[in-house]
Structure formats: structure tokens, C-alpha cells
């Protein structure tokens, strides 16, 4: 599956990284970094990440 995110939109406060912080972390300079390719056995973690986004920043598509 494939992840994006719009940085224009992410505010880095986390809920992703809270949620599958296996693929999504906020480093330290503040920003998200991502695995914008994990693997479909990530599959319910990713969505569970991407739906818990509050300003709708992260997209996925399989
Ligand atoms: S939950 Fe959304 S706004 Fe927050 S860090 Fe993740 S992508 Fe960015």
C-alpha cells in the first residue's frame, strides 16, 4: 500500500505516531517522517493511523 502525506496540512502533533508508530514518527526537528510503503500485514495499524489524523493530512491507497 502506499501512504502520503500533504505537509501542508500535517501540524506534527502525532496522532499518527501514537496510533502505528512503527511506520510514522515524529522526529526530532518536529517533523513526520513516514514509511510511505508498508507492507498490506501493516495494513489495519496504517488505516487506524491515517484515520486518526485530525486535519485529514495523510492519504492511503492500496
Ligand atoms: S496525525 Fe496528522 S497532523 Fe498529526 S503528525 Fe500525523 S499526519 Fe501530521
Do not use: K, W
Amino acid at each position: 500500500m502506499r501512504v502520503t502525506v500533504d505537509r501542508d496540512v500535517c501540524v506534527s502533533h502525532g496522532q499518527c505516531e501514537y496510533n502505528d508508530p512503527d511506520h510514522f514518527q515524529i522526529n526530532d526537528d518536529g517533523d513526520l517522517e513516514l514509511d510511505e510503503n508498508p507492507p498490506d500485514a501493516s495494513r489495519d495499524s496504517v488505516l487506524r493511523a491515517v484515520s486518526a489524523c485530525p486535519v485529514r493530512a495523510l492519504s492511503a491507497e492500496s
